[in-house]
Protein backbone atom coordinates (compact mmCIF):
# COMPACT_ATOMS: atom_id res chain seq x y z
CA UNK A 1 0.00 0.00 0.00
CA UNK A 2 2.79 2.77 1.07
CA UNK A 3 4.75 1.80 -1.81
CA UNK A 4 1.83 2.32 -4.18
CA UNK A 5 1.13 5.68 -2.62
CA UNK A 6 5.34 6.29 -3.21
CA UNK A 7 4.43 5.71 -6.82
CA UNK A 8 1.59 7.64 -7.25
CA UNK A 9 3.29 10.12 -5.28
CA UNK A 10 6.53 10.67 -7.35
CA UNK A 11 4.57 10.35 -10.88
CA UNK A 12 3.11 13.39 -9.74
CA UNK A 13 5.57 14.53 -8.74
CA UNK A 14 7.11 14.04 -12.18
CA UNK A 15 4.21 15.28 -13.91
CA UNK A 16 4.48 19.37 -12.20
CA UNK A 17 8.36 18.89 -12.85
CA UNK A 18 7.12 19.37 -16.62
CA UNK A 19 5.17 22.12 -15.97
CA UNK A 20 7.67 23.57 -14.18
CA UNK A 21 10.18 22.84 -16.73
CA UNK A 22 7.75 24.40 -19.76
CA UNK A 23 6.88 27.44 -17.47
CA UNK A 24 10.53 28.54 -16.74
CA UNK A 25 11.61 27.71 -20.77
CA UNK A 26 12.48 31.17 -21.44
CA UNK A 27 12.07 32.58 -18.28
CA UNK A 28 15.80 34.13 -17.17
CA UNK A 29 16.58 34.10 -13.35
CA UNK A 30 12.85 33.14 -12.05
CA UNK A 31 13.07 29.50 -11.55
CA UNK A 32 12.04 30.00 -7.89
CA UNK A 33 9.48 32.56 -8.06
CA UNK A 34 7.59 29.47 -10.47
CA UNK A 35 8.94 26.63 -8.29
CA UNK A 36 7.45 28.48 -5.03
CA UNK A 37 3.65 28.82 -7.04
CA UNK A 38 4.11 25.25 -7.04
CA UNK A 39 5.25 24.16 -3.78
CA UNK A 40 2.37 27.01 -2.49
CA UNK A 41 -0.36 25.52 -4.47
CA UNK A 42 0.24 21.75 -3.23
CA UNK A 43 0.82 23.60 0.46
CA UNK A 44 -2.74 25.63 -0.30
CA UNK A 45 -0.67 28.32 0.60
CA UNK A 46 -0.18 31.58 -1.13
CA UNK A 47 2.82 33.68 -2.32
CA UNK A 48 3.50 37.03 -2.45
CA UNK A 49 6.13 38.36 -4.94
CA UNK A 50 7.69 41.30 -4.07
CA UNK A 51 9.73 43.60 -6.65
CA UNK A 52 10.00 46.38 -9.10
CA UNK A 53 7.81 46.75 -12.41
CA UNK A 54 8.82 44.33 -15.06
CA UNK A 55 10.42 42.22 -13.14
CA UNK A 56 8.22 39.01 -14.82
CA UNK A 57 6.57 38.56 -11.93
CA UNK A 58 2.70 38.25 -14.18
CA UNK A 59 4.41 36.19 -16.38
CA UNK A 60 6.30 33.57 -14.19
CA UNK A 61 2.53 32.93 -12.70
CA UNK A 62 0.51 32.92 -15.99
CA UNK A 63 3.22 30.30 -17.26
CA UNK A 64 2.52 28.12 -14.78
CA UNK A 65 -1.27 28.22 -14.59
CA UNK A 66 -1.17 27.68 -18.20
CA UNK A 67 0.97 24.57 -17.28
CA UNK A 68 -1.66 23.32 -14.76
CA UNK A 69 -4.45 24.17 -16.84
CA UNK A 70 -7.95 25.18 -15.09
CA UNK A 71 -9.12 28.53 -14.39
CA UNK A 72 -7.15 31.30 -13.98
CA UNK A 73 -7.70 34.97 -12.93
CA UNK A 74 -5.26 38.12 -13.06
CA UNK A 75 -6.14 41.56 -12.23
CA UNK A 76 -4.45 44.62 -11.67
CA UNK A 77 -5.68 45.87 -8.64
CA UNK A 78 -5.53 50.02 -8.18
CA UNK A 79 -6.93 52.41 -5.73
CA UNK A 80 -10.41 52.74 -7.54
CA UNK A 81 -11.29 48.84 -8.06
CA UNK A 82 -14.42 47.88 -7.19
CA UNK A 83 -15.32 44.64 -5.44
CA UNK A 84 -17.41 43.59 -8.48
CA UNK A 85 -13.96 43.82 -10.82
CA UNK A 86 -12.92 40.93 -8.95
CA UNK A 87 -15.35 38.84 -7.28
CA UNK A 88 -17.85 40.00 -10.20
CA UNK A 89 -21.07 42.12 -9.83
CA UNK A 90 -24.19 41.36 -8.31
CA UNK A 91 -26.53 40.01 -10.06
CA UNK A 92 -29.54 42.42 -10.80
CA UNK A 93 -32.03 40.42 -11.58
CA UNK A 94 -32.17 38.40 -8.10
CA UNK A 95 -31.85 42.08 -6.43
CA UNK A 96 -34.94 42.78 -8.09
CA UNK A 97 -36.24 39.90 -6.08
CA UNK A 98 -34.67 41.24 -2.89
CA UNK A 99 -31.74 38.87 -2.92
CA UNK A 100 -28.10 40.34 -2.71
CA UNK A 101 -26.17 37.67 -5.39
CA UNK A 102 -23.04 38.05 -6.72
CA UNK A 103 -22.23 36.71 -10.16
CA UNK A 104 -19.18 35.17 -10.18
CA UNK A 105 -18.31 33.26 -13.30
CA UNK A 106 -14.96 33.97 -14.97
CA UNK A 107 -14.04 35.84 -11.42
CA UNK A 108 -11.86 34.88 -8.60
CA UNK A 109 -14.05 33.14 -6.54
CA UNK A 110 -14.37 30.33 -9.50
CA UNK A 111 -10.43 30.82 -10.32
CA UNK A 112 -8.00 27.63 -9.79
CA UNK A 113 -5.19 29.60 -9.60
CA UNK A 114 -5.17 33.50 -9.17
CA UNK A 115 -2.93 36.49 -9.53
CA UNK A 116 -3.72 39.64 -8.01
CA UNK A 117 -1.14 42.36 -9.19
CA UNK A 118 -0.74 45.63 -6.88
CA UNK A 119 -2.49 43.87 -3.76
CA UNK A 120 -1.95 45.90 -1.15
CA UNK A 121 -3.72 48.89 -3.47
CA UNK A 122 -7.14 47.32 -2.69
CA UNK A 123 -9.79 48.94 -0.87
CA UNK A 124 -10.80 47.31 2.74
CA UNK A 125 -14.00 45.90 1.23
CA UNK A 126 -11.80 43.91 -1.61
CA UNK A 127 -8.90 43.08 1.53
CA UNK A 128 -11.85 41.91 4.07
CA UNK A 129 -13.57 39.61 0.87
CA UNK A 130 -9.79 38.44 0.10
CA UNK A 131 -8.47 37.34 3.15
CA UNK A 132 -11.98 35.15 3.76
CA UNK A 133 -11.22 33.74 0.62
CA UNK A 134 -7.25 32.98 0.86
CA UNK A 135 -7.69 31.81 4.73
CA UNK A 136 -10.99 29.55 4.25
CA UNK A 137 -11.51 29.11 0.80
CA UNK A 138 -15.45 30.24 1.00
CA UNK A 139 -16.17 33.67 -0.82
CA UNK A 140 -19.00 35.46 1.26
CA UNK A 141 -20.63 38.55 -0.21
CA UNK A 142 -24.29 39.24 0.67
CA UNK A 143 -26.02 36.54 0.23
CA UNK A 144 -23.66 34.31 -1.53
CA UNK A 145 -21.25 32.15 0.00
CA UNK A 146 -19.96 29.78 -2.17
CA UNK A 147 -17.15 27.54 -1.52
CA UNK A 148 -13.89 28.54 -3.97
CA UNK A 149 -11.57 26.15 -5.93
CA UNK A 150 -8.57 28.21 -5.55
CA UNK A 151 -5.66 26.32 -5.28
CA UNK A 152 -3.59 29.67 -5.18
CA UNK A 153 -3.19 33.10 -4.93
CA UNK A 154 -0.08 35.32 -5.96
CA UNK A 155 -0.10 38.61 -4.37
CA UNK A 156 2.55 41.36 -6.08
CA UNK A 157 3.93 44.38 -4.73
CA UNK A 158 6.78 47.21 -5.27
CA UNK A 159 7.49 46.84 -1.76
CA UNK A 160 5.82 45.42 1.47
CA UNK A 161 3.11 47.50 3.41
CA UNK A 162 4.16 49.30 6.12
CA UNK A 163 0.37 49.85 7.61
CA UNK A 164 -0.19 47.75 10.01
CA UNK A 165 -3.18 46.74 8.74
CA UNK A 166 -1.86 45.75 5.49
CA UNK A 167 1.20 44.14 7.42
CA UNK A 168 -1.70 41.55 8.60
CA UNK A 169 -3.05 41.35 5.27
CA UNK A 170 0.28 40.47 3.77
CA UNK A 171 0.74 37.95 6.62
CA UNK A 172 -1.58 35.72 5.16
CA UNK A 173 0.69 35.17 2.20
CA UNK A 174 2.63 32.30 3.76
CA UNK A 175 5.45 32.06 1.06
CA UNK A 176 7.58 35.72 0.38
CA UNK A 177 10.02 36.45 -2.54
CA UNK A 178 11.73 38.95 -3.38
CA UNK A 179 13.04 39.80 -6.96
CA UNK A 180 15.91 42.35 -8.50
CA UNK A 181 16.11 42.85 -12.04
CA UNK A 182 18.13 40.27 -14.15
CA UNK A 183 21.86 40.82 -13.51
CA UNK A 184 24.04 42.19 -16.13
CA UNK A 185 25.75 39.17 -16.68
CA UNK A 186 22.17 37.84 -18.12
CA UNK A 187 21.31 40.48 -20.53
CA UNK A 188 22.18 38.25 -23.36
CA UNK A 189 19.90 35.61 -22.30
CA UNK A 190 17.43 38.16 -21.07
CA UNK A 191 17.02 39.76 -24.54
CA UNK A 192 17.34 36.23 -26.30
CA UNK A 193 14.70 34.74 -24.25
CA UNK A 194 12.26 38.41 -24.38
CA UNK A 195 12.77 37.90 -28.37
CA UNK A 196 11.51 34.30 -28.44
CA UNK A 197 8.60 34.92 -25.81
CA UNK A 198 7.22 37.73 -28.45
CA UNK A 199 7.69 34.93 -31.02
CA UNK A 200 5.96 32.49 -29.56
CA UNK A 201 3.04 34.91 -28.22
CA UNK A 202 2.50 36.07 -32.03
CA UNK A 203 2.16 32.54 -32.83
CA UNK A 204 -0.52 31.64 -30.02
CA UNK A 205 2.14 28.81 -28.39
CA UNK A 206 0.99 27.57 -25.46
CA UNK A 207 1.31 24.32 -23.51
CA UNK A 208 -1.20 22.59 -20.85
CA UNK A 209 -1.14 19.30 -19.19
CA UNK A 210 -4.77 18.12 -19.04
CA UNK A 211 -3.86 15.78 -15.60
CA UNK A 212 -1.45 18.49 -14.29
CA UNK A 213 -4.19 20.04 -11.88
CA UNK A 214 -5.45 16.36 -11.21
CA UNK A 215 -1.50 15.50 -9.85
CA UNK A 216 -1.41 18.72 -8.21
CA UNK A 217 -4.83 17.77 -6.21
CA UNK A 218 -3.08 14.57 -5.78
CA UNK A 219 -0.27 15.75 -4.29
CA UNK A 220 -1.72 18.20 -2.12
CA UNK A 221 -3.69 14.98 -0.62
CA UNK A 222 -0.53 13.33 0.09
CA UNK A 223 0.77 16.33 1.38
CA UNK A 224 -2.06 16.41 3.90
CA UNK A 225 -0.97 12.63 4.39
CA UNK A 226 2.80 12.82 4.81
CA UNK A 227 4.65 12.15 7.96
CA UNK A 228 5.94 14.73 9.31
CA UNK A 229 6.58 13.76 12.95
CA UNK A 230 10.29 13.36 12.74
CA UNK A 231 10.78 16.46 11.47
CA UNK A 232 8.94 18.29 14.17
CA UNK A 233 11.98 18.75 16.22
CA UNK A 234 14.39 20.05 14.09
CA UNK A 235 11.52 22.57 12.44
CA UNK A 236 10.88 23.80 16.20
CA UNK A 237 14.77 24.20 16.64
CA UNK A 238 15.14 25.93 13.45
CA UNK A 239 12.34 28.42 14.46
CA UNK A 240 13.80 29.03 18.10
CA UNK A 241 17.49 29.62 16.31
CA UNK A 242 15.46 32.32 13.93
CA UNK A 243 13.01 33.88 16.80
CA UNK A 244 16.63 33.74 19.32
CA UNK A 245 18.24 35.79 16.30
CA UNK A 246 14.94 38.14 16.49
CA UNK A 247 13.20 37.07 13.31
CA UNK A 248 9.55 37.08 13.96
CA UNK A 249 7.61 34.50 12.94
CA UNK A 250 4.18 34.50 14.14
CA UNK A 251 2.79 31.50 15.20
CA UNK A 252 0.52 31.34 12.75
CA UNK A 253 2.95 31.03 10.12
CA UNK A 254 5.08 28.14 12.36
CA UNK A 255 1.97 26.13 12.14
CA UNK A 256 1.72 26.36 8.66
CA UNK A 257 5.79 25.73 7.71
CA UNK A 258 4.84 21.88 8.14
CA UNK A 259 2.82 22.65 5.26
CA UNK A 260 5.54 23.77 3.16
CA UNK A 261 7.87 21.03 4.58
CA UNK A 262 5.32 18.53 3.89
CA UNK A 263 4.66 19.65 0.40
CA UNK A 264 8.21 19.73 -0.01
CA UNK A 265 8.65 16.16 0.80
CA UNK A 266 5.81 15.19 -1.72
CA UNK A 267 7.50 17.42 -4.52
CA UNK A 268 10.45 14.75 -3.99
CA UNK A 269 8.62 12.11 -4.77
CA UNK A 270 8.61 10.90 -0.93
CA UNK A 271 5.53 10.54 1.72
CA UNK A 272 7.83 11.45 4.38
CA UNK A 273 9.63 14.40 5.33
CA UNK A 274 13.24 14.82 6.27
CA UNK A 275 15.98 17.45 6.78
CA UNK A 276 15.93 18.16 3.11
CA UNK A 277 12.69 19.47 3.04
CA UNK A 278 13.47 22.59 5.78
CA UNK A 279 14.36 24.84 3.09
CA UNK A 280 11.13 26.30 2.88
CA UNK A 281 11.30 27.91 6.12
CA UNK A 282 13.45 30.83 4.52
CA UNK A 283 10.58 32.02 2.08
CA UNK A 284 8.18 31.66 4.94
CA UNK A 285 10.30 35.12 6.67
CA UNK A 286 8.14 38.05 5.77
CA UNK A 287 11.42 40.69 5.71
CA UNK A 288 13.87 40.48 2.85
CA UNK A 289 16.86 41.29 5.32
CA UNK A 290 15.83 38.57 7.64
CA UNK A 291 16.00 35.84 5.10
CA UNK A 292 19.49 36.86 4.01
CA UNK A 293 20.40 36.46 7.92
CA UNK A 294 18.01 33.54 8.09
CA UNK A 295 20.23 31.66 5.45
CA UNK A 296 23.23 32.43 7.76
CA UNK A 297 21.85 31.34 10.94
CA UNK A 298 20.39 27.95 9.56
CA UNK A 299 23.53 26.80 7.18
CA UNK A 300 24.36 23.95 8.81
CA UNK A 301 20.64 22.75 9.22
CA UNK A 302 19.89 23.54 5.66
CA UNK A 303 22.86 21.83 4.25
CA UNK A 304 21.12 18.82 3.14
CA UNK A 305 18.85 20.70 1.16
CA UNK A 306 17.49 19.03 -2.27
CA UNK A 307 14.50 18.75 -4.08
CA UNK A 308 14.26 16.91 -7.80
CA UNK A 309 11.47 19.17 -8.28
CA UNK A 310 12.02 22.76 -6.83
CA UNK A 311 16.14 22.53 -6.73
CA UNK A 312 16.45 26.16 -7.40
CA UNK A 313 14.04 27.18 -4.69
CA UNK A 314 16.00 24.66 -2.50
CA UNK A 315 19.41 25.67 -3.69
CA UNK A 316 18.03 29.28 -2.96
CA UNK A 317 16.76 29.18 0.16
CA UNK A 318 19.53 26.79 1.74
CA UNK A 319 22.72 27.26 -0.33
CA UNK A 320 23.55 24.10 0.39
CA UNK A 321 26.24 21.90 -2.00
CA UNK A 322 23.28 18.99 -2.94
CA UNK A 323 20.97 21.47 -4.48
CA UNK A 324 23.82 23.10 -6.16
CA UNK A 325 24.76 19.66 -7.85
CA UNK A 326 21.27 18.89 -8.66
CA UNK A 327 21.31 22.66 -10.80
CA UNK A 328 24.67 22.17 -12.25
CA UNK A 329 23.33 18.74 -13.40
CA UNK A 330 20.49 19.89 -14.81
CA UNK A 331 21.61 22.85 -16.44
CA UNK A 332 24.44 20.88 -17.95
CA UNK A 333 21.93 18.01 -19.18
CA UNK A 334 20.08 21.13 -20.69
CA UNK A 335 23.58 22.38 -22.53
CA UNK A 336 24.66 19.39 -23.37
CA UNK A 337 21.39 18.22 -25.44
CA UNK A 338 20.81 21.83 -27.11
CA UNK A 339 21.62 21.25 -31.26
CA UNK A 340 24.79 23.15 -32.48
CA UNK A 341 24.76 26.49 -34.45
CA UNK A 342 26.25 26.87 -37.05
CA UNK A 343 26.56 31.11 -36.30
CA UNK A 344 30.14 31.31 -34.50
CA UNK A 345 28.85 34.06 -32.02
CA UNK A 346 26.24 31.45 -30.87
CA UNK A 347 28.58 28.73 -30.66
CA UNK A 348 31.16 30.90 -28.76
CA UNK A 349 28.26 31.59 -26.63
CA UNK A 350 26.79 28.73 -25.69
CA UNK A 351 30.84 27.32 -25.17
CA UNK A 352 30.96 30.05 -22.74
CA UNK A 353 28.09 29.04 -21.04
CA UNK A 354 29.38 25.28 -20.97
CA UNK A 355 32.40 26.95 -19.40
CA UNK A 356 30.08 28.60 -16.64
CA UNK A 357 28.80 25.28 -15.81
CA UNK A 358 32.22 23.65 -15.57
CA UNK A 359 33.71 26.39 -13.48
CA UNK A 360 30.59 26.18 -10.85
CA UNK A 361 31.42 22.77 -10.67
CA UNK A 362 34.66 22.70 -9.85
CA UNK A 363 34.90 25.98 -8.06
CA UNK A 364 31.93 24.51 -5.65
CA UNK A 365 33.49 20.79 -5.26
CA UNK A 366 36.97 19.54 -4.94
CA UNK A 367 37.57 16.45 -7.03
CA UNK A 368 37.64 13.82 -3.86
CA UNK A 369 34.08 15.46 -2.68
CA UNK A 370 32.47 15.64 -5.70
CA UNK A 371 28.80 13.56 -6.36
CA UNK A 372 29.53 10.81 -8.62
CA UNK A 373 26.63 11.94 -11.08
CA UNK A 374 28.38 15.45 -11.17
CA UNK A 375 31.54 13.15 -11.97
CA UNK A 376 29.79 12.18 -14.87
CA UNK A 377 28.68 14.82 -16.08
CA UNK A 378 31.66 16.94 -15.89
CA UNK A 379 33.61 14.26 -17.76
CA UNK A 380 30.75 14.95 -20.77
CA UNK A 381 31.62 18.53 -20.22
CA UNK A 382 34.68 18.74 -20.22
CA UNK A 383 34.92 16.05 -23.59
CA UNK A 384 32.31 18.31 -25.39
CA UNK A 385 34.78 21.49 -24.87
CA UNK A 386 37.64 19.42 -25.92
CA UNK A 387 35.36 18.42 -29.13
CA UNK A 388 34.13 21.33 -30.38
CA UNK A 389 37.48 23.75 -29.17
CA UNK A 390 38.32 26.34 -31.75
CA UNK B 1 56.84 32.92 -1.23
CA UNK B 2 55.75 29.86 0.32
CA UNK B 3 53.71 29.25 3.58
CA UNK B 4 52.54 26.02 5.09
CA UNK B 5 49.13 26.39 7.22
CA UNK B 6 47.43 23.69 8.75
CA UNK B 7 44.04 23.29 8.48
CA UNK B 8 43.03 24.39 4.51
CA UNK B 9 41.54 21.71 2.77
CA UNK B 10 38.97 22.30 0.74
CA UNK B 11 35.18 21.54 1.07
CA UNK B 12 32.40 21.70 -0.84
CA UNK B 13 31.44 25.03 -1.04
CA UNK B 14 28.16 25.42 1.36
CA UNK B 15 26.76 29.03 1.00
CA UNK B 16 27.45 31.80 -1.81
CA UNK B 17 29.85 30.60 -3.86
CA UNK B 18 32.34 33.43 -5.22
CA UNK B 19 34.76 33.13 -7.70
CA UNK B 20 36.62 36.24 -8.07
CA UNK B 21 39.82 34.67 -9.95
CA UNK B 22 41.70 31.87 -11.07
CA UNK B 23 44.97 30.51 -10.69
CA UNK B 24 47.23 28.14 -12.70
CA UNK B 25 50.19 26.35 -12.07
CA UNK B 26 52.98 24.80 -13.73
CA UNK B 27 51.85 23.22 -17.49
CA UNK B 28 48.45 24.64 -16.82
CA UNK B 29 49.90 28.44 -17.39
CA UNK B 30 50.19 27.70 -21.04
CA UNK B 31 47.00 26.65 -21.50
CA UNK B 32 45.83 29.79 -19.14
CA UNK B 33 47.57 31.86 -21.98
CA UNK B 34 45.79 29.58 -25.01
CA UNK B 35 42.80 30.12 -23.57
CA UNK B 36 42.96 33.91 -22.89
CA UNK B 37 43.87 34.17 -26.48
CA UNK B 38 40.61 33.35 -27.18
CA UNK B 39 39.03 35.80 -26.26
CA UNK B 40 37.94 39.36 -27.76
CA UNK B 41 39.61 42.42 -26.95
CA UNK B 42 36.27 43.78 -24.91
CA UNK B 43 36.30 40.41 -22.65
CA UNK B 44 39.97 40.63 -22.01
CA UNK B 45 39.92 44.23 -21.19
CA UNK B 46 37.70 42.92 -17.77
CA UNK B 47 40.75 40.76 -17.08
CA UNK B 48 43.72 41.43 -14.63
CA UNK B 49 46.61 38.90 -13.95
CA UNK B 50 49.22 38.65 -12.49
CA UNK B 51 52.37 35.95 -13.51
CA UNK B 52 55.58 34.89 -11.56
CA UNK B 53 58.85 35.92 -12.54
CA UNK B 54 60.78 34.34 -15.41
CA UNK B 55 62.26 30.98 -14.06
CA UNK B 56 60.44 30.52 -10.93
CA UNK B 57 58.95 27.30 -10.47
CA UNK B 58 56.43 26.00 -10.37
CA UNK B 59 55.25 28.97 -12.95
CA UNK B 60 52.65 30.89 -11.53
CA UNK B 61 50.10 32.77 -13.34
CA UNK B 62 46.73 34.28 -11.59
CA UNK B 63 43.78 36.33 -13.75
CA UNK B 64 41.07 38.21 -11.65
CA UNK B 65 37.75 39.45 -13.37
CA UNK B 66 34.03 38.91 -12.80
CA UNK B 67 33.30 35.38 -12.74
CA UNK B 68 31.41 35.60 -16.17
CA UNK B 69 34.81 36.57 -17.46
CA UNK B 70 36.89 34.05 -15.84
CA UNK B 71 38.36 31.34 -18.13
CA UNK B 72 38.19 27.84 -17.28
CA UNK B 73 40.73 25.01 -18.34
CA UNK B 74 41.39 21.67 -17.03
CA UNK B 75 43.58 21.71 -13.23
CA UNK B 76 42.83 25.48 -12.87
CA UNK B 77 43.00 26.75 -9.43
CA UNK B 78 39.41 28.94 -8.62
CA UNK B 79 39.51 31.65 -5.74
CA UNK B 80 37.05 33.67 -3.96
CA UNK B 81 37.84 36.38 -1.46
CA UNK B 82 37.24 35.86 1.94
CA UNK B 83 34.18 37.75 2.93
CA UNK B 84 36.05 39.02 5.97
CA UNK B 85 38.62 39.77 4.33
CA UNK B 86 38.34 40.84 0.83
CA UNK B 87 41.75 41.73 0.30
CA UNK B 88 42.65 37.87 0.81
CA UNK B 89 42.00 35.16 -1.87
CA UNK B 90 41.90 31.77 -1.08
CA UNK B 91 41.16 28.46 -3.21
CA UNK B 92 37.13 28.11 -3.33
CA UNK B 93 35.93 25.65 -0.64
CA UNK B 94 38.98 26.44 1.72
CA UNK B 95 37.98 28.08 4.74
CA UNK B 96 40.59 29.04 7.41
CA UNK B 97 40.29 28.02 10.87
CA UNK B 98 41.26 31.43 12.10
CA UNK B 99 39.65 35.04 11.24
CA UNK B 100 41.04 36.54 7.71
CA UNK B 101 42.48 39.41 8.66
CA UNK B 102 44.08 37.39 11.38
CA UNK B 103 45.64 35.57 8.44
CA UNK B 104 46.28 38.08 6.43
CA UNK B 105 48.77 39.60 8.99
CA UNK B 106 50.22 36.10 9.30
CA UNK B 107 50.36 35.94 6.14
CA UNK B 108 52.18 39.80 6.07
CA UNK B 109 54.23 39.16 9.04
CA UNK B 110 55.46 36.16 6.65
CA UNK B 111 56.37 38.02 3.60
CA UNK B 112 56.12 41.62 4.37
CA UNK B 113 57.25 42.77 0.70
CA UNK B 114 54.40 40.95 -0.81
CA UNK B 115 51.73 43.83 -0.48
CA UNK B 116 47.88 42.95 -0.43
CA UNK B 117 45.71 41.92 -1.83
CA UNK B 118 47.48 38.07 -1.27
CA UNK B 119 46.48 34.66 -2.98
CA UNK B 120 47.26 31.79 -0.71
CA UNK B 121 47.41 28.38 -1.98
CA UNK B 122 47.65 25.83 0.38
CA UNK B 123 48.59 23.29 -2.28
CA UNK B 124 51.58 24.83 -3.10
CA UNK B 125 51.95 26.85 -0.40
CA UNK B 126 52.81 30.08 -2.16
CA UNK B 127 51.68 33.80 -1.06
CA UNK B 128 50.98 35.39 -4.47
CA UNK B 129 50.22 39.64 -4.13
CA UNK B 130 47.79 41.21 -6.47
CA UNK B 131 49.32 44.69 -5.87
CA UNK B 132 50.60 44.41 -9.41
CA UNK B 133 47.78 42.89 -11.14
CA UNK B 134 48.06 44.62 -15.02
CA UNK B 135 44.91 44.76 -17.49
CA UNK B 136 45.70 41.86 -20.10
CA UNK B 137 46.99 42.91 -23.17
CA UNK B 138 46.87 40.71 -26.32
CA UNK B 139 50.30 41.64 -27.28
CA UNK B 140 51.69 40.47 -24.05
CA UNK B 141 49.95 37.35 -23.97
CA UNK B 142 50.87 36.55 -27.19
CA UNK B 143 55.07 36.80 -26.30
CA UNK B 144 54.42 34.50 -23.34
CA UNK B 145 53.16 31.85 -25.43
CA UNK B 146 55.79 32.24 -28.05
CA UNK B 147 58.80 32.99 -25.19
CA UNK B 148 56.96 28.82 -24.26
CA UNK B 149 56.89 27.61 -27.77
Given amino acids: MQARVTIEVEAAAERLRGVIERACTGLVQREVAVQLVVLAAVAREHVLLVGPPGTAKSEAVRRVATGLGGRYFEYLVGRFTEPAEIFGPVDLQRLREGVVETRTSGMLPEADIAFLDEVFLGSTAILNTLLGLLNERVFRRGHTTIACPLRVCVGASNGLPKEPQLAAFSDRFLLHLFLEPVGDPYLETLLDAGWTLASQARGGESTSDDDALASLDALSEAATRAEVATIRPHLAEAVRVLRGAGIELSDRRVVKLQRLVAAAAVLDGRTRADGRDLWPVVFAIPEPADQDRARDLLRATLETSRNVTLGSAAENASLGPLARAQRLERTAEELLGMELSDDPTARRRWRLRLEGVARELDAGFPPEDRPESLTAVRARLVAKLEETAP | ?149
Fill in chain 2, 1 to 149: MKLAIPGLQRRPVVGELRIDGVAALGPAVRRLLARLLLDDDEELARLTGVASPKGALPEVAVVLGPTDALPWLEEAIHLGRLPDEPALLLPTGVCPPLPGAVLLRALRAHAPRARPPLVLLPSTQHVISLAEARPLLREHLRKRMEARA
